[in-house]
């Protein structure tokens, strides 16, 4: 406002000299108590302007002086405000670095020298006894935030994390339950009860709270349809193992509410595919399959549609398993099955021009390295087969084979498994494998190999393609008579016996031993 003034008066004595520079500098008197002052109208403005100026500048003099004690009370105030966020700051350091003690004092000057934020005071005095130790009074400061609204979340959530501290997950519970159902957005509080309900493998309460969170829009849709399809498989993996029949359809139906939410999900995949096939519905459950392998190849998807049909001959199953692969040929998983079918079907020479296509891995998993001795086997390669095995016994688990237990059955998990599964799939989109983590047994990586040189190349290889025409469709995947049984390839077949005529033995006496014993599967 002043330096407006200060304008305007000199903006009109600017005028005011022009004014008398022009000669028509006017004339003025005044008489005022029997004084008699005569002037130029220029001078008698020029005065009258600086008496205006003088004025104005005597009146904010006393309005200063005035206001002098209410400007200095704003400024020790002000002052007390800064020395007041200065020390929550200080204190909510404190408390990050675990130093209790230093953040109750600061939490105490901060509550001494100021009133406008009681409620980061508050949060500070029960942040820092939980820091110190102190859960009594913390308890008391986060009960005491129950009392205003605008703090009421903060103290429960207080009070959950404390219950939690102290092991009593029921009043953790009940707390989470009593935000979530005072705010329509409290992640925390959901999370909490998604965590409970998971954690008991109450998998229907979860699906609820699903529903909820995505309704109240707590989580993204894109969450909350993978945690489904996730909860609807671990659903039918419960009472996948009943002998009610109305179990089993339940079962049936919630794996297949799993794929139609998420139609690449191995887990629901399979589980909706095992239950078609035992319903009679091999056809809908190769679809189903197929479709996942499009999207998301995976061992236990090719070994479930390999196990729909059971009375097909080793080249039908292969030519089937090799359609399969097909559907998403640049896949690892596909060319692993590109492999795998030559193998069932036979064809030695098949299987080592598909070996040759799989992708460069500088250090190959066990399951590579024994599908590398089954190709070098049936090729006739005994050496490089053994060679293979050798690196498969130090090489790496895959974590998708991991799936597999030890009697071919996958996705055999436990609540906690499934559990983890649900949380993990919903957050990422990934499958854990919990098998893996724990470096339990899996379905058998590498073959067993004969401990000698018994017979020939020739008759070696032989004896594996024709154990493989023979047994294929029936044989547990990767333990394949010529490899599992020694004496096969020590003694040589009968002249009566079908099949190709047997190579001559190799002198029993030159035989060199590579162990005492033939290989345990690994």
């Not at 109208?41 to 904010?60: F, I, K, P, S, V």
């Not at 959901?190 to 309704?215: C, H, I, K, P, S």
């Not at 190849?297 to 549609?305: C, F, G, N, R, V």
């Amino acid at each position: 406002m002043i330096r407006a003034l200060l304008a305007l008066v000199l903006i009109a004595i600017i005028a005011v000299i022009v004014v008398s520079l022009t000669g028509e500098p006017g004339a003025a008197s005044l008489e005022w108590l029997g004084w008699r002052v005569e002037m130029t109208a220029a001078a008698a403005a020029l005065l009258t302007l600086l008496l205006a100026l003088a004025a104005a500048a005597l009146w904010r003099g006393l309005l200063w002086i005035i206001e002098a004690p209410r400007r200095a009370a704003r400024a020790r105030a002000e002052a007390r405000r800064k020395q007041a966020t200065e020390a929550l700051s200080r204190g909510f350091l404190a408390v990050a670095a675990g130093d209790g003690s230093e953040a109750r004092r600061l939490a105490q000057k901060a509550a001494d020298l100021t009133d406008d934020a009681p409620g980061l005071v508050r949060v500070l005095a029960a942040q820092a006894a939980e820091a110190a130790g102190d859960t009594v009074a913390a308890r008391q400061a986060w009960n005491a935030m129950l009392g205003f609204p605008e703090m009421r979340l903060a103290g429960l959530r207080g009070l959950m994390q404390l219950a939690l501290a102290e092991g009593d997950r029921q009043l953790a519970l009940r707390h989470a339950e009593t935000a979530y159902g005072l705010a329509r957005s409290a992640l925390w509080a959901w999370r909490a009860l998604l965590e409970a309900r998971l954690e008991a493998g109450d998998w229907a309460a979860a699906l609820q709270l699903v529903q909820g969170g995505q309704e109240r829009k707590i989580v993204s849709p894109l969450v909350a349809e993978r945690a489904r399809a996730a909860l609807l498989a671990a659903s039918a993996a419960n009472l996948e193992d009943s002998d009610d029949p109305k179990a089993l359809d339940q079962a049936l139906d919630f794996a297949l509410q799993s794929v139609k939410l998420k139609p690449d999900f191995a887990p629901g995949v399979v589980m909706a595919a095992r239950l078609l096939a035992a319903d009679g519905k091999a056809a809908k459950a190769g679809t189903l399959i197929e479709a996942a392998w499009k999207g998301a190849p995976h061992p236990a998807l090719w070994l479930a549609y390999r196990d729909l049909k059971t009375s097909e001959t080793p080249k039908a199953r292969a030519a089937r398993l090799s359609a399969l692969a097909q559907l998403k040929p640049e896949a690892r998983e596909s060319r692993l099955l590109k492999v795998e079918s030559a193998l069932i079907a036979g064809d030695a020479v098949a299987a080592r021009a598909a070996a040759r296509l799989l992708p460069e891995e500088a250090a190959p998993t066990a399951r590579l390295a024994g599908l590398m001795a089954r190709v070098a086997f049936a090729c006739g390669e005994p050496d490089e087969a053994r060679a293979w095995v050798a690196r498969g016994v130090a090489a790496p688990q895959e974590p998708d084979w991991s799936d597999l237990d030890p009697e071919g059955q996958a996705f055999a998990y436990g609540r906690e498994d499934w559990a983890r599964l649900a949380a993990s799939y919903a957050e990422t989109g990934e499958l854990i494998h919990p098998r893996f983590e724990r470096r339990e047994r899996t379905m058998s990586d590498l073959p067993q190999l004969p401990s000698a040189y018994a017979q020939s190349t020739l008759a070696e290889s032989t004896a594996f393609v024709h154990a493989a025409e023979t047994g294929g469709a029936l044989i547990p995947f990767l333990d394949h008579p010529a490899l599992d049984d020694p004496g096969e390839l020590d003694d040589p077949p009968s002249p009566d016996a079908p099949g190709p005529a047997p190579a001559p033995r190799r002198n029993t006496s030159a035989r060199r031993r590579l162990a005492s014993g033939s290989r345990p599967a690994k």
